[in-house]
């Protein structure tokens, strides 16, 4: 089956007006997918849309939309209507860097209802339909630091950690349904992530492009469970196994503190 057979004919991908998600949404247009972009900034993704249909045939749809304000599922339900999504780009999410403790109990909550619970809902809205037809997928942003803790980034870590062990765990759980799950961890790659985390200085090391981790985790797509971007995150990741925990959570503190450091002086 070809990528449109398989996947088609809706791409529905959250997290579209910048970064990955609207990188996923170009990279899947030109593969002929008809894409349904949400986000909260509704001129970005009208730019988008724009641009996508400038270029290719494909149908675009708009819906802009905060996913972690009350009755979001609903109101999605409502939009996408009858269209048949056969594959769901889950990817809205953000982090800061810093203390613990300097993050309002508020901040937390917001971070984890994106990261965390909107991403869980969408999967469970979603897939269902695309088991019943016996094709379909998932692409789920984790993150290279879901692999280990992650000291000044406690709580986004802990969140990619988490969308993580899902994302691996569901495709075990739908592996003889025809439903391919993804789950995509990227190490620093340049978006608008860093500016709103608070590093404004790639503190968080090197960044990859965009592009490349976009279409290399499109060609990973029903060929593995998960993918790691880039050989330095592969080897990090790899170790972070291997380790005991604590000095993991040791070395990975000291790293970005003394990013953090150099920044701040
Ligand atoms: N860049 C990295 O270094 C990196 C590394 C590993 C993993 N990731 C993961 O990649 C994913 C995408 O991030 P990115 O790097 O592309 O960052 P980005 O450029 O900041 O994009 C984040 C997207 O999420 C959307 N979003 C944020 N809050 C939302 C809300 N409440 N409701 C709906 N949409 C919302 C933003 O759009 P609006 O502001 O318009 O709503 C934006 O389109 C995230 O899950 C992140 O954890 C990023």
Excluded: C
Excluded at 48 to 73: F, K, N, R, Y
Excluded at 82 to 95: C, D
Excluded at 211 to 223: K, P
Aim: aromatic share 6%; glycine share 10%.
């Amino acid at each position: 089956m070809d990528f449109h057979s398989r996947y088609g004919p809706w791409a529905l991908i959250t997290g579209a007006s910048s970064g990955f998600g609207a990188e996923y949404a170009r990279q899947l247009a030109a593969k002929g997918l008809h894409l349904i972009l949400v986000a909260r900034r509704q001129d970005r993704l009208e730019t988008l849309a724009q641009e996508i249909q400038a270029e290719t045939d494909v149908e675009v749809h708009i819906i802009p939309l905060d996913i972690t304000q009350v009755s979001w599922l609903s109101t999605l339900r409502e939009s996408v209507a009858e269209r048949e999504i056969g594959l769901l780009v889950n990817n809205a999410g953000y982090g800061k860097v810093g203390h613990f403790l300097a993050m309002s109990p508020q901040e937390l909550a917001q971070m984890i209802r994106l990261n965390v619970e909107a991403v869980t809902l969408l999967a469970r809205d979603y897939i269902p339909a695309m088991k019943e037809r016996g094709r379909g997928g998932m692409i789920l942003l984790a993150s290279a630091a879901g692999y280990q803790p992650t000291p000044w980034m406690a709580a986004y870590g802990a969140t990619k950690g988490y969308d993580l062990l899902l994302g691996e765990a569901l495709s075990t759980e739908l592996a003889a349904s025809g439903v391919d799950i993804l789950t995509v961890s990227p190490g620093s790659t340049k978006t608008e992530f860093h500016a709103i985390a608070g590093a404004h200085n790639s503190a968080l090391g090197v960044l990859a492009s965009v592009d490349d981790v976009v279409a290399q985790s499109l060609r990973s797509l029903g060929r593995r469970i998960s993918f790691v971007h880039g050989w330095q995150n592969k080897l990090a990741t790899s170790m972070a196994r291997i380790f005991p925990r604590s000095w993991v959570s040791q070395i990975s503190g000291k790293v970005l503190g003394s990013r953090l450091k150099q920044e701040q002086s």
